[in-house]
């Protein structure tokens, strides 16, 4: 089984940054892309970046596209979200997912397409 555990989250206001991880255990990690999602009260959760399994790919939402970086280390198990330029907009929980297919397979922004998450972490962002 993959867990995944996200870290890094806290208040900081607008135009601040904000580093989230995504420690991961269990088999098959190396081998899958990952993915951040976020979702706000009242909102459905949505995509925020994705990662090939070896790096070299990257995909964003159009929100966050500019201001945030997706990364991964496959020697540490752990996936990165570095955030800057932080909106009041980008408050939600975040949370880290590992995509059951290879990048180029099916869509990575379909909740759907990712079978393991982590527990979330909370982002605040104030004005």
């Known amino acids: 089984q993959v867990q995944l555990v996200e870290s890094g989250g806290g208040l900081v206001q607008a135009g601040g940054s904000l580093r989230l991880s995504c420690a991961a255990s269990?088999?098959?990690?190396?081998?899958?892309?990952m993915g951040w999602f976020r979702q706000a009260p009242g909102k459905e959760r949505e995509f925020v970046a994705a990662?090939?399994?070896?790096?070299?790919?990257?995909t964003y939402a159009d929100s966050v596209k500019g201001r945030f970086t997706i990364s991964r280390d496959n020697a540490k198990n752990t996936v990165y979200l570095q955030m800057n330029s932080l909106k009041p907009d980008d408050t939600a929980v975040y949370y880290c997912?590992?995509?059951?297919?290879?990048?180029?397979?099916?869509?990575?922004?379909?909740?759907?397409?990712?079978?393991?998450w982590g527990q979330g972490t909370q982002v605040t962002v104030s004005s």
């Open positions: 997912a590992r995509k059951q297919t290879a990048f180029y397979s099916g869509s990575s922004s379909s909740v759907t397409a990712y079978d393991y």
């Open positions: 269990g088999r098959s990690f190396v081998n899958n892309p």
């Open positions: 990662i090939s399994y070896n790096g070299a790919y990257t």
